[in-house]
């Protein structure tokens, strides 16, 4: 793809909101709304992969989503992420770009067929070298913090000693601690919040929101965001 943005973020993470919204405003149910947020969620991968970034991660379900959505709303997406596992679409992406796919969250809060076709798409792409899509799905940012410190805490009991605490020690505890920091983050549909997306990778991320719901965003969105990026002296705490 050619481009005239030349500082291109390696990793980015993304908020696609706006799926509902936009389902309701279109007056269509809610299973069209996700699929077209799906199918936007292909489209953005490509044009980021060809922009030349390395990783994206993506918050598709939060910890308070499967707590407070209705019943029928998650069992909507929940079949639309195991048709997404085995549609032609996708598997053809991953194939021809080598994706390597990684779900982090509390996979115990998803039904038996949804986890285990979320594991299994990660496992066959477990070798792949190209780019690389982290899928956070029963997550939460301060869930993830929970998670770190109870993981430390048990581990100080087992060996029975008190152990230091420092930044290095507390991430490797974290369930993201493989997700690089994103150098640029994105939201879509006019909230300006993180709502808890990656709370320890995410201190110096650059931010950008865009006014657009998820379905509706175009390439010409993502390169305004790029190129807003452009602009941004990144400091680091100098």
Do not use: C
């Not at 996708?90 to 076709?117: E, F, Q, Y």
């Not at 798409?121 to 690389?132: A, I, V, W």
């Not at 982290?134 to 109870?150: H, P, Q, V």
């Not at 048990?154 to 505890?173: F, P, Y």
Request: no cysteine; hydrophobic share 35%.
């Amino acid at each position: 793809m050619e481009s005239n943005i030349e500082a291109i973020p390696e990793n980015v993470g993304l908020i696609p909101d706006g799926n509902r919204r936009w389902a309701k405003t279109h007056k269509m149910d809610l299973l069209r709304g996700y699929d077209a947020g799906i199918n936007k969620f292909l489209d953005f991968s490509l044009w980021l992969r060809d922009f030349g970034a390395k990783t994206l991660t993506v918050w598709a379900l939060s910890t308070e989503n499967i707590k407070n959505r209705k019943k029928n709303e998650l069992n909507a997406l929940y079949k639309l992420y195991i048709k997404t596992t085995k549609d032609k679409r996708a598997l053809g992406i991953i194939r021809d770009n080598k994706v390597k796919i990684r779900v982090i969250g509390n996979m115990n809060l998803l039904p038996d067929k949804v986890r285990n076709a979320l594991k299994g798409l990660e496992h066959d792409t477990r070798n792949n070298k190209g780019f690389k899509i982290n899928l956070l799905i029963g997550y939460g940012g301060r869930d993830d913090i929970i998670y770190a410190f109870k993981k430390f805490y048990a581990h100080a009991m087992k060996i029975g000693r008190r152990i230091a605490v420092n930044e290095d020690v507390l991430r490797s505890s974290l369930r993201t601690y493989a997700v690089p920091d994103p150098d640029l983050v994105i939201r879509t549909s006019g909230e300006m919040r993180l709502s808890g997306f990656l709370p320890w990778q995410t201190a110096y991320s650059e931010l950008y929101f865009a006014e657009k719901y998820w379905p509706e965003f175009q390439i010409d969105d993502l390169k305004k965001a790029l190129t807003e990026f452009q602009k941004r002296k990144r400091r680091y705490g100098k």
